[in-house]
């Protein structure tokens, strides 16, 4: 370990040091940025809908809906909704926190009670105007959706998705079995996927004349072909555009062709994650008619599962004004020596926040090993989930009553994994850290955290503690640090001495 100025923290430049008989993944450096494509052409499913025409503001961007926000004396009157905090607010409205005011206390470093009205100066000069599109709940995969039988659906719409199998890897899968697989590993509302799939491909209820095994959702992006990769690409750009707006990263919806829109300010992440989504595989005039014409896909959405708003009055609002992050410790025995091999990185795949950290164990094994060492529960709860090399567990309180709070692991080796449906105390052993399950180059467990079905980040207002440890942000990923009163740990790919920890 080594010291940190209390004023200010300094991350060093670490020479990689191959460390041979050690077990430290070495992940390949990506630009999460660019992992989508956008050609200048592409081919879409057309719909036989007729677009309709939006107003164009002055500097060319339109606005969506019809019913204006209210602007009193130059201040826009903004209810909070759930996840909002002050920086995220002020990105979407384009001003700083301090042109932000309240009659109520507004905490920059909490989120903000779902409802609480603000008073946000016109640095847009624009009177927006949105009718949501989708509920946050609608978007994740979140309690609304727990008892959602997939398979059963998928059998009953008699479509041909019911007897569709695909092969994924060394396994057999079938439709529903993969629709299961990318909503459970990306947090993605099932129904949300399925009417995705019908939308685009009518494979749900219908048998249709033509099969496309290629791109049965005609994206046509060459990295992901067949209906597994291209159901886990309609799920990432969703997470995109969700988690993007949530986090404030953009204010606008660009189309490959060059055109954009402002997105309204007070629109919520589940809307704009539909919005993002169709922004990036329809030309604007087909994503207007597609969102907005009489034929669109929230019709269809309806017309397969019912009224979604009133479904989302059961679980919302998803986050409160008062949430805390739970009390936890470092996934590992005490005493025992682990590397800090990866900073803050996405907690799944790329669109989904930086809120997640690698350790490898230092154990002297071969580097892609299954480890003798122990990852343990860092809080206690229940196993809701136990497969694939990943195991989660839900929080719950001293009543033994679930929190909304989940650790995610991965990287748990097949041999020795907890079963589905254990209860587990603080520091009881879920499995041993391995190389099996995703992309490793190294033995490690990738350790992240959800509530109520969305991926949390770390950093303001849900930091990420783990045994006093605080992980701090940064620009870029897996290179970040952890911090406990003036010592820091720092992240290492060949784990060198500065990244080494003992809990």
């Not at 107003?55 to 339109?62: D, K, Q």
């Not at 988690?243 to 189309?255: A, D, I, K, P, V």
């Not at 539909?274 to 009489?294: D, H, R």
């Amino acid at each position: 370990m080594c010291k940190m100025n209390k004023r200010k923290v300094v991350i060093l430049s670490l020479l990689l040091i191959v460390i041979s008989g050690c077990n430290f993944p070495f992940p390949k450096p990506r630009d999460y940025a660019s992992e989508i494509p956008f050609p200048t052409s592409r081919s879409y499913q057309t719909q036989t809908v007729e677009a309709i025409h939006l107003p164009t503001s002055t500097n060319s961007y339109i606005q969506l809906i019809q019913t204006p926000m209210t602007v009193i004396d130059g201040r826009y009157q903004y209810y909070a909704q759930s996840g909002d905090t002050l920086n995220s607010v002020a990105k979407h409205f384009g001003v700083e926190p301090n042109q932000i005011n309240s009659d109520r206390p507004l905490d920059p470093y909490k989120m903000i009670t779902p409802g609480q009205l603000l008073q946000i100066s016109d640095a847009i000069g624009m009177n927006y105007s949105s009718d949501k599109l989708l509920p946050d709940s609608e978007v994740i995969f979140s309690p609304s959706a727990d008892d959602f039988d997939i398979q059963g659906y998928i059998l009953a719409s008699g479509g041909y998705l019911a007897n569709f199998q695909q092969q994924v890897g060394a396994e057999l899968l079938t439709g529903a079995e993969i629709v299961r697989r990318v909503a459970t590993n990306t947090s993605v509302n099932p129904r949300l996927l399925l009417a995705v799939i019908e939308y685009r491909s009518h494979w749900l209820t219908s048998l249709p004349a033509t099969i496309d095994h290629t791109y049965p959702l005609g994206f046509h992006f060459s990295d992901y072909r067949g209906f597994y990769l291209e159901c886990s690409l309609a799920a990432k750009l969703l997470n995109k555009g969700y988690y993007g707006w949530r986090e404030g990263q953009f204010t606008s919806l660009n189309f490959f062709n060059g055109s954009a829109i402002r997105i309204a300010p007070q629109s919520n992440a589940g809307s704009v994650a539909l919005q993002y989504f169709f922004a990036q595989i329809y030309p604007q005039s087909a994503w207007e008619a597609n969102l907005y014409g009489p034929d669109n896909f929230l019709n269809l959405y309806q017309q397969l599962f019912g009224d979604y708003w009133q479904r989302a009055e059961s679980v919302e609002p998803l986050f409160s004004g008062n949430l805390e992050p739970p009390l936890l410790e470092l996934p590992f025995t005490p005493g025992e020596e682990w590397a800090l091999t990866g900073g803050l990185h996405v907690d799944w795949n790329s669109g989904t926040p930086s809120g997640a950290l690698d350790f490898a164990p230092l154990t002297g094994e071969p580097r892609c090993s299954t480890s003798r060492a122990w990852v343990l529960s860092a809080a206690p709860g229940v196993v809701v989930r136990s497969s694939e090399n990943i195991v989660v567990i839900a929080l719950e309180d001293e009543q033994m009553m679930k929190t909304g709070w989940q650790l995610f692991y991965m990287h748990i080796a097949k041999q020795d994994s907890i079963a589905q449906g254990t209860h587990v105390r603080l520091d009881d052993p879920i499995g041993h850290p391995s190389c099996e399950g995703g992309l490793a180059t190294g033995t490690h467990v990738h350790f992240a955290r959800k509530y109520k079905g969305e991926w949390i980040g770390a950093g303001d207002p849900l930091p990420l503690v783990l045994s006093g440890w605080t992980a701090l942000t940064g620009e870029k990923q897996f290179q970040t640090s952890l911090v406990k009163g003036a010592q820091i740990i720092t992240a290492s790919q060949n784990a060198g001495i500065n990244s080494r920890i003992i809990r």
